[in-house]
């Protein structure tokens, strides 16, 4: 099974980033979530923690080849529009056009812990997110006040 006790340290770091405003909204709770989901899945990859990343004003790689399973997403937005998290299998998507694996909500002045029951493993290709303002991912957003981490294996 994988070793999920080295990477919760790493975890809460992130969510030391969050503002300590946003940080009492059950994110912690996220971190036991994913744990319990890679314990349940019988989980044998290698844990990563892609660290908490401002929105970048197009997609950002997470991994570039495939065999990438997603087990919960942290999500920080100190702005106060809605924010949409687009997930895509393809390092090359076209925002609007490639459809996404996953669009998670992001909420107005928020924080949100994304821990996904079942590992999202439709990533095959590659494993790559934006932010958008649209939930259908028609506008990009170079909005550096939304933070996105991910947990997935390898």
Known sequence: MADYSR???ILMGQIQKVAAARQVQG???????????????RETGVPKVYPL?????????????????????????????????????????TLGT??????????????????FATPEDAFTAALTWAVTTTAAGLTQTGNTTVSVALVYTK
């Open 27 to 41: 994110l912690a709770y996220g971190i036991e979530c994913v744990r319990r989901s890679m314990v349940d899945y």
């Open 98 to 115: 490639t459809v996404p694996i996953q669009t998670i909500s992001i909420p107005g002045v928020g924080a949100r812990f994304v821990a």
């Open 53 to 93: 990343t401002a929105a970048a004003a197009g997609d950002v790689d997470v991994e570039v080849t495939g065999g990438s399973r997603l087990f919960g997403v942290l999500l920080d937005n100190s702005a106060g529009g809605p924010f949409w998290l687009q997930l895509f299998n393809t390092n090359t998507p």
């Open 7 to 9: 990477i919760q340290g």
